[in-house]
């Protein structure tokens, strides 16, 4: 026979209020794991289970070597680059396969004069020390100094394999190569800023001050032969 409409209003409403059983449940968990994640933040740092702590483990620095400097110091450039760095698969769309990331690279260049490359006759004096003549090697520059306190990847966009691949690596934040990449082009734009004219500049400048100031009347600085 036929079930009568009150006979499935009385089966269905059982499995309505279990199902709204069931939904109230997880409402409740979840309003439960929410609430104990902001009581836990709020307890001081010894009574939270879950609070992180920093421990320094590392050893005491260790001396390699020690070299004696004859530089002069004249220039220093400070730089400013965007690195966009853009991986994709060959074969599939950078949303399945591939990366793209936006690094910020701060770092400075200093360019100096190694006046240890001075021969015996880069500097000759007149007879009577009133007169001096200095051959002054030309200005270099040093290895980028790329500041990891202002360097940071500002924006990164990862394909659905890489953030799989991120989520089981265990060194997914590596930002070797944007770093290099960062330190070569600060290098590349350092050379071609006229940093090594300003330190060439200032290096001749001080040698002359203060050979005038040690009494010579005329100072001549010559760039050094190559």
Request: hydrophobic share 40%; charged share 20%.
């Amino acid at each position: 026979m036929a079930r009568t409409a009150q006979e499935k209003a009385e089966t269905s409403t059982p499995r309505k209020r279990g199902l709204r059983t069931l939904v109230l449940a997880i409402v409740v968990a979840v309003a439960v794991v929410i609430a104990g994640q902001q009581l836990l933040r709020m307890l001081p740092g010894r009574l939270n289970p879950f609070a992180e702590e920093t421990k320094d483990r590392s050893g005491p620095a260790l001396l390699q070597s020690i070299r004696d400097l004859a530089r002069f110091e004249s220039a220093s450039g400070n730089f400013q680059v965007i690195v966009d760095l853009e991986k994709d698969a060959k074969f599939l769309p950078s949303s399945v396969r591939g990366t793209r990331t936006l690094f910020v690279g701060n770092g400075s260049v200093d360019a100096y004069v190694d006046f240890s490359k001075l021969g015996s006759g880069a500097v000759t004096v007149n007879a009577d020390r009133t007169a001096a003549t200095v051959r002054l090697p030309r200005a270099q520059l040093e290895p980028t100094n790329l500041d990891s306190k202002r360097s940071y990847v500002f924006s990164t966009q990862r394909g659905l394999t890489n953030r799989l691949g991120d989520f089981f690596s265990s060194n997914p934040n590596n930002q070797q190569q944007l770093y290099v990449l960062a330190s070569q082009k600060i290098q590349t734009a350092a050379a071609e800023s006229g940093l090594q004219n300003r330190a060439d500049q200032n290096a001749r400048t001080m040698l002359h001050n203060m050979l005038k100031a040690l009494g010579f009347r005329t100072v001549t600085i010559q760039p050094a032969s190559q």
